[in-house]
């Protein structure tokens, strides 16, 4: 099995930092894409920021400057770093892995990777 599991979020003012977690577990064998996604109350899920394999990272354009994602390789665990949090930045915050549940590579996105529950991110004005 293939399983991810976020944590960090919780309530924080306007202004200020949260630290997300996205732990991994089963048989993942390489280092796989990741990203983190987030779906507002009155939005469509949106990407938050991804990186690639080989290191690269990206991006959506209101988070650009605020956040950033890493990743510990050998531990298996990404992160998401959320400065500077916004009232708009409030929403469930879901960790996606470019996996299957069968160890197959599937693309971020894909209903068929693997995806957390969630962790939900209240930024109060």
């Known amino acids: 099995q293939v399983q991810v599991v976020e944590s960090g979020g919780g309530l924080v003012q306007t202004g200020g930092s949260l630290r997300l977690s996205c732990t991994t577990s089963?048989?993942?064998?390489?280092?796989?894409?990741m990203a983190w996604y987030r779906q507002g109350p009155t939005k469509q899920r949106e990407l938050v920021a991804s990186?690639?394999?080989?290191?690269?990272?990206n991006y959506g354009d209101y988070v650009k400057g605020r956040f950033t994602i890493s990743r510990d390789n050998d531990k298996k665990i990404g992160y998401l770093q959320m400065n500077s949090l916004q009232p708009e930045d409030t929403a469930i915050y879901y960790c996606?892995?470019?996996?299957?549940?069968?160890?197959?590579?599937?693309?971020?996105?894909?209903?068929?990777?693997?995806w957390g529950p969630g962790t939900q991110v209240t930024v109060s004005s």
């Open positions: 996606n892995v470019g996996i299957g549940p069968d160890g197959v590579y599937i693309g971020l996105g894909s209903e068929r990777s693997s």
């Open positions: 089963g048989n993942i064998g390489s280092v796989r894409a």
């Open positions: 990186i690639s394999t080989g290191g690269a990272r």
